[in-house]
């Protein structure tokens, strides 16, 4: 059984930084790729960034530049750091392992104040 657990949310004003991490219980090379999702109040869950096994990332238009994926294979840990934050990057921010299947961990909420 797959385990994702997230930390590293909390509350910060716009301009600053967080560094959110992703502990998975098994060897991150075993899925084809990890991803970062956030998902609003009211609104859709969207992808944030991911990265390959091969190392490809890819971020969405509205983080390019201010977030970076990254992963300690190591310690089976994938983070984003996000930097210049918005009141629009507020979100409850989601892990996710894809292999045959996605795997979600359970969230870590994320709060930009103006």
């Known amino acids: 059984q797959v385990q994702l657990m997230e930390s590293g949310g909390g509350l910060v004003q716009a301009g600053g930084s967080l560094r959110l991490s992703c502990a998975a219980s098994?060897?991150?090379?075993?899925?084809?790729?990890m991803n970062w999702y956030r998902q609003a109040p009211g609104k859709q869950r969207m992808l944030v960034a991911s990265?390959?096994?091969?190392?490809?990332?890819n971020y969405a238009d509205s983080v390019k530049g201010r977030f970076t994926i990254s992963r300690d294979n190591a310690k089976n840990t994938v983070y984003l750091e996000m930097n210049s934050l918005k009141p629009e990057d507020t979100a409850v921010y989601y892990c996710?392992?894809?292999?045959?299947?996605?795997?979600w961990g359970q969230g870590t909420q994320v709060t930009v104040s103006s």
């Open positions: 098994g060897s991150i090379f075993s899925f084809n790729a």
């Open positions: 990265m390959t096994t091969g190392g490809i990332t």
């Open positions: 996710m392992a894809l292999s045959t299947r996605g795997y």
